[in-house]
């Protein structure tokens, strides 16, 4: 099971703007927790997409963005093109579990 | 290059064991906290293990027990021992390699780079 939950899939058309919430609790995010976003592209590995709650490792484009408040984190696409489409995923830590813990997942549709 | 790269799955019996690898290029791996994430058919990312630079080892809660994490560092490789395996245990493993500080900061572990997986499929 997890403790950190996505909205099953998000829909939009190319250059519009999807956002992905991630809604935890006192014992992962909202304990102080960072949270961390990958994307996965059908058929491959995860890939880091943002660390840290709002950093984008290089490569990364501007269109991707993050941010953490409260309990939640979010994850915004602006400029929603084609090769979005993937399987989006947040990650934190949770003490009840003593664990990494990650999302449900999001699948985005363009 | 930072690579990882994961070998050793395949279809295996319910009780049976296997032995995953995951041989690393860029960076040693007894000086990194690694950890093993996998991907039920149909579900979400799971953590499963990690180890520590210090040898330290954690588990999920659905695999302790069962499932030991350690390393070879004459070979640069991690490995994952999976005894008493079940239906639940099908699913694509990958290895990464656990990240937690940045400049002069340590914060929350996140995962880069990932390997590209193996497959493990429990059936009879």
């Known amino acids: 099971q997890s403790v950190l939950t996505q909205p099953p899939s998000v829909s939009g058309a190319p250059g519009q703007r999807v956002t992905i919430s991630c809604t935890g609790s006192s014992s992962n995010i909202g304990a102080g927790f960072d949270v961390h976003w990958y994307q996965q592209l059908p058929g491959t590995a995860p890939k880091l997409l943002i660390y840290i709650n709002d950093r984008r490792p290089s490569g990364v484009p501007d269109r991707f963005s993050g941010s953490k408040s409260g309990t939640s984190a979010s994850l915004a696409i602006t400029g929603l093109q084609a090769d979005d489409e993937a399987d989006y995923y947040c990650q934190s830590y949770d003490t009840t579990l003593s664990g990494y813990v990650f999302g449900t997942g999001t699948k985005v549709n363009v | 290059e930072v690579q990882l790269v994961e070998s050793g799955g395949g279809l295996i019996q319910p009780g049976g064991s296997l032995r995953l690898s995951c041989a690393a290029s860029g960076f040693t791996v007894n000086s990194s906290y690694m950890a093993w994430v996998r991907r039920a058919p149909g579900k979400g990312l799971e953590w499963v293990s990690f180890i520590y630079s210090n040898g330290k080892t954690f588990y999920a809660a659905a695999v302790k027990g069962r499932f030991t994490i350690s390393r070879d560092n004459s070979k640069n490789t991690l490995y994952l021992q999976m005894n008493s395996l079940s239906a639940e245990d099908t699913a694509i493993y990958y290895c990464?390699?656990?990240?937690?500080?940045?400049?002069?900061?340590?914060?929350?572990?996140?995962?880069?780079?990932w390997g590209q997986g193996t497959q493990v499929t429990v059936s009879s």
């Open positions: 990464a390699r656990d990240r937690r500080c940045s400049g002069d900061n340590c914060y929350t572990p996140w995962f880069d780079p």
